[in-house]
């Protein structure tokens, strides 16, 4: 049968955000005891004692029982790109699909810093580009296929640390940074190495700053 401590271990492991604020003791242990009782008297299907659930979570950080965040070491001279007045084109996919992308790849001009980014998925299609293609791009499709159209959005592109592509954590770490600072993800896109995080546009500078003293941290 699970214990009390077992339990409040289980819990808090299951919610990042949560073990790392309390690693950082940046949270109440007992409002938090307050908070998943409720969950471990379900599993126990009987009622907790307060102080014994207060005290599981005050021993899991005196015998460093939380696991501590993955800290990333990025390359030398790494840096932010930024691009601003970006669209996202969101399709229903079809078998015209091939076709459609090799016409807005023709629009592009990419030795003048032109952007796009096409993801594929099950039963969509995200195409992400400059604002000023986004006209001739609509012009291109037929209105059946677009499902949605996002306008004024910024894209942060970085290179990712070549210790990062195959451990654990990365996404959540440059993700977790903006959350903290109630910035919205819209969408991410990346490469082997590299990794663009699409924001809206008012929050581009923000995101900037942020992530720019993650890379220099």
């Known amino acids: ?18 073990e790392e604020a309390l690693s950082q003791g940046i949270i ?7 908070q998943i009782i409720p969950e471990i008297e379900k599993e126990l299907k009987k ?25 990333l070491n990025f390359e030398k001279g790494t840096d932010i790109n930024l691009k601003s007045n970006i669209v996202e084109i ?8 091939p076709e459609y992308i090799k016409k807005i790849y023709n629009l592009m001009d990419f030795k003048k810093g032109d952007f796009l980014a096409i993801t594929q998925g099950v039963n969509e299609v995200m195409i992400i580009t400059n604002e000023k293609h986004k006209q001739k791009i609509v012009e291109i499709l037929p209105n059946k296929v677009i499902k949605k159209k996002i306008s004024s959005l ?22 977790k940074e903006l959350t903290w600072e109630n910035i919205s993800v819209i969408d991410v896109v990346s ?5 663009t995080l699409i924001v809206k546009e008012d929050d581009a500078s ?3 700053d942020i992530l720019k003293k993650l890379i220099t941290r």
């Open 206 to 208: 923000k995101s900037f």
């Open 191 to 195: 490469t082997y190495s590299e990794i």
């Open 28 to 34: 109440n242990n007992a409002a938090l005891a307050l």
């Open 154 to 175: 910024s894209t942060l592109t970085i290179n990712i640390p070549e210790s990062a592509i195959e451990g654990i954590g990365f996404f959540y770490i440059l993700t």
């Open 47 to 71: 009622k907790v004692k307060f102080s014994a659930v207060n005290l599981a979570i005050r021993r899991m950080e005196e015998n460093s029982e939380l696991k501590h965040p993955v800290h």
């Open 1 to 18: 049968m699970p214990t009390i401590a077992h339990l409040t271990r289980k819990i808090i492991e299951k919610k990042p955000f949560l």
């Open 90 to 97: 969101i399709l229903y996919k079809n078998e015209k699909i």
